[in-house]
């Protein structure tokens, strides 16, 4: 699962549409987690897709992640700040890749 302190056990690497990327990075096999109040491992993510089908106000949009060991598309926290804190996304996912921090 993602760790749920991956603000006090990694170190912020990047930017990618307005939103951190935490890392550690090594494309194409390493890419990290992205967002902090809807936090995504990338890395954990298969493209399940239950968090963009089940999102009331759809944070999450469809990013390519070709030659990702676990997918070639990877569930990204587009806009993480219209997140409800509904925790709809953290229940469904089945590989428990996404961390949302109220408050
Ligand atoms: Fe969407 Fe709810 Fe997840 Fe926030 S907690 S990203 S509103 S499903
Ligand atoms: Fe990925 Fe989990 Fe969503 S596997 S696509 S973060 S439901
Ligand atoms: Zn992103």
Redesign the pocket.
Known sequence: PIDANFEQNREKVDEHDGHDVWGPVDEPEELGIHGTHVA?DFD?????????EDCPVDV?EWVDSPDHPE?EI??DPANEAQCIDCML?VD????D??DVDPG
């Open positions: 995504v954990i993510c298969i493209a399940d897709g239950a968090c963009l999450f997918s990877k569930a996304c469904v996912c089945p590989v890749a996404i």
